[in-house]
């Protein structure tokens, strides 16, 4: 084994113990019921409960169907692999699957519900993650990653919702006697879930995190990667738009409230990440953002320190007699 494969393996090893770790120190964490209570549920038009936080879901729809056609038109992004293909392919198909996932949830808010809305939403993420690792890291084991990356965000939403069945038989009964003798079995199923929303939470926010640092400092292979910096502003924007869900609502006076213009600054993640893939071209120097922040702050001090010295101006001073001529 090279050094750099073992040096994955450690990452990917280490990974997993932090994890592990993480999951046996920390308390679970179940889903509050508080959170299916939107300001917003005014049924406005068509007999649509909760009309604005469906109908705000929309975009999705749009943005997501065009991505994926764009994907595979004439190579109109111009994507270097089939692993980039098949996971801005599988971005996109989240998005739009978001569209019809999260509306379902707004019909009719609940746990059951939450897992549609939230499915759709970790397949984006953990594509996103993939991508970062094809263009950033290497472009091998992102491709390799797409699908493990995918089943760990499915596999999160079940361990949140998996229910626990156990069979209880108790018999005979002496309680129930027919006509025919053969003994009576009575059974009983108790469920349970796990209700952890712990690696949900990793899931969800561990890309949030990553995606912005490693944009600002590992280097990229295309250019226009500050569109990354603007598709995580406004994702952060909709996550402050959801906490202040109900403050946004009376703040409008209860025109709008602050889950539907989530849904909607949600929605220009995908714009400015498809703006991003038509625009883009091969990096010729790939140098990070980081890199070219402080070549500009550089720079800007060296203007700074231009405009700042004193003009030496010359002077040319004419010798004036003022005695008379005789």
């Not at 595979?72 to 198909?93: I, N, P």
């Not at 002496?174 to 879930?193: D, G, K, L, R, W």
């Not at 403050?247 to 209860?254: D, G, M, N």
Request: proline share 5%; with cysteine; net charge neutral.
């Amino acid at each position: 084994m090279d050094a750099s494969r073992k040096k994955k393996w450690v990452a990917w090893a280490v990974a997993a113990v932090i994890f592990v770790v993480l999951m046996l120190v920390t308390p679970a964490i179940p889903q509050n019921e508080d959170y299916h209570d939107f300001a917003d549920q005014r049924t406005l038009f068509l007999g649509i409960p909760n009309t604005l936080n469906v109908i705000s879901n929309i975009p999705f729809f749009f943005v997501g169907v065009a991505g994926l056609i764009l994907c595979h038109y004439k190579d109109y992004f111009r994507l270097s692999s089939q692993g980039e293909l098949w996971s801005w392919s599988l971005f996109f198909a989240g998005v739009t699957a978001v569209a019809f996932g999260s509306s379902y949830y707004h019909l009719n808010p609940n746990d059951a519900t939450l897992v549609w809305d939230r499915l759709p939403m970790t397949i984006a993420f953990t594509s996103i993650m993939a991508i970062f690792i094809i263009e950033r890291v290497d472009e091998r084991a992102g491709a390799k990653s797409l699908a493990p990356l995918v089943i760990a965000g499915a596999l999160s939403i079940l361990y949140w919702r998996q229910v626990i069945s156990s069979v209880q038989i108790l018999f005979p009964s002496e309680y129930f006697h027919f006509a025919f003798s053969a003994p009576i079995f009575t059974v009983f199923t108790v469920c349970s879930y796990f209700d952890d929303l712990r690696p949900y939470a990793v899931v969800q926010f561990v890309p949030c995190i990553a995606i912005p640092i490693m944009a600002i400092v590992i280097p990229p292979m295309y250019t226009h990667s500050s569109y990354w910096l603007w598709a995580a502003g406004f994702y952060l924007l909709a996550k402050v738009e959801e906490a202040a869900d109900k403050p946004i609502y009376r703040w409008t006076h209860q025109i709008v409230s602050g889950h539907t213009l989530k849904h909607l600054c949600a929605a220009m993640v995908p714009v400015f990440l498809a703006l991003m893939l038509a625009k883009r071209t091969i990096e010729p120097e790939r140098v990070s953002l980081l890199q070219k922040w402080k070549i500009g702050l550089i720079t800007v001090k060296e203007s700074r320190s231009k405009d700042g010295n004193t003009v030496d101006v010359d002077c040319n001073y004419a010798v004036v007699s003022t005695s008379s001529e005789q």
